[in-house]
């Protein structure tokens, strides 16, 4: 059963094992917050740089930063050498809290969130994204991040992996025993305050979706690709083998008491499956772009999912949930995104 919890503000959202016996080694993010809430984000247009450089330095009680704007107070190594000119996306701090050793971290992620806004980028038109202000803390072991947690939030978030405030685009993890975990977290968190920045207020199923999808993203050579969660596909599948849900449309209205029950592990897996089905065609692409776009031009205002992809979805929900079901239940390997 997956733990809860009652919070007012700051929101949050928590990383936390929730799922079935056959696959609990994946860990998921648990939607903990009231979601009815849109906080406007200060953003900027996104601009180009020619330079951008990773600084490093550490402060008057030995904690080490690393952070893509140099400090005002402090004197700061450039640690990663001069690139090609680039769009710059957001404004991306890492701050780290306690001595953390994960030299891996800064650099890789820089290039992940990259990589998520560049297939955003696509999808919205560079004409709707904004420059986001990215914090992320990361802390050395669990203990001090849930010794965090309880003072920040004045939540017990044992059993979690991270969590993200949007009232200050925080977005909070730690050092796993598993790199790849450590950045999944990140990963997903930092989705999170992409589409906050950029879409304002977001459905459950689409917002959960879309941080599972692009937890999964890597970036090898010049191709960025998105693998698929095996643990998701087989959860979803599962869940409408069972008839739930009976009707897609239920699923697309979910609100946040909706999302929080016992179904909530297999409405992460849905909301990860149908993002991937989506992404995984011209035709799919194209109508989740449309709705992307409907949220980036109307900010912070709720959407009905289920009539706006009426319109977009070319014959409407039914339709869709006709050819996402048949999609789930095809025991064909799944392709992996390559972008």
């Known amino acids: ?42 953003t900027t247009a996104v601009t180009q740089t020619s330079a951008p450089r990773i600084y490093r330095w550490t402060d008057d009680k030995g904690q080490v930063h690393f952070s893509d704007r140099a400090p ?10 001069q ?64 010794r965090y947690g309880q003072e920040a939030v004045g939540m017990d978030l044992r059993n979690t992996e991270g969590f993200y405030t949007p009232h200050n685009n925080q977005a909070v993890t730690y050092v796993l025993a598993d790199r790849g975990q450590t950045l999944e977290a990140a990963k997903h968190e930092s989705t999170h305050v992409i589409a906050a920045g950029i879409l304002g207020s977001v459905p459950f199923w689409l917002n959960e979706g879309l941080a599972e999808y692009f937890a999964e993203l890597e970036v090898q050579a010049q191709f960025t690709q ?50 991937y089905f989506m992404m995984g065609t011209e035709q799919g692409r194209s109508s989740l772009g449309q709705l992307l776009q409907i949220m980036a031009d109307n900010y912070c205002e709720p959407l009905d999912a289920n009539a706006k992809l009426d319109l977009v979805w070319p014959g409407g929900v039914n339709v869709l949930q006709q050819d996402f079901y048949a999609w789930l239940r095809d025991p064909a390997q799944k392709r992996l995104h390559v972008y």
Request: proline residues 5%; hydrophobic residues 45%; aromatic residues 10%.
């Open 83 to 146: 690139m090609r000119a680039q769009d710059d996306y957001f404004d991306l701090t890492i701050e780290n809290r306690g001595n953390v050793q994960a030299p891996f971290f800064q650099t890789q992620l820089t290039g992940l969130t990259n990589g998520i806004y560049r297939i955003l980028s696509n999808m919205l038109g560079k004409e709707r994204l904004r420059q986001v202000d990215l914090h992320v803390l990361l802390f050395p072991d669990a203990n001090s991040y849930y």
């Open 1 to 42: 059963m997956p733990k809860t919890a009652t919070l007012s503000l700051p929101l949050l959202f928590a990383v936390q094992a929730l799922l079935p016996a056959p696959v609990l080694a994946q860990t998921t993010t648990v939607e903990i917050s009231p979601g009815n809430i849109c906080f406007v984000q200060q």
């Open 226 to 275: 998105v693998r698929v969660n095996e643990d998701w596909l087989w959860l979803a599948r599962t869940s409408i083998e069972e008839g739930y849900p009976a009707n897609l449309k239920d699923f697309l209205a979910l609100d946040a008491s909706g999302w929080r029950t016992d179904r909530q592990a297999h409405h992460y897996a849905l909301g990860w499956a149908l993002v």
């Open 72 to 81: 005002s107070t402090a004197n700061a190594a450039v640690v990663e050498p």
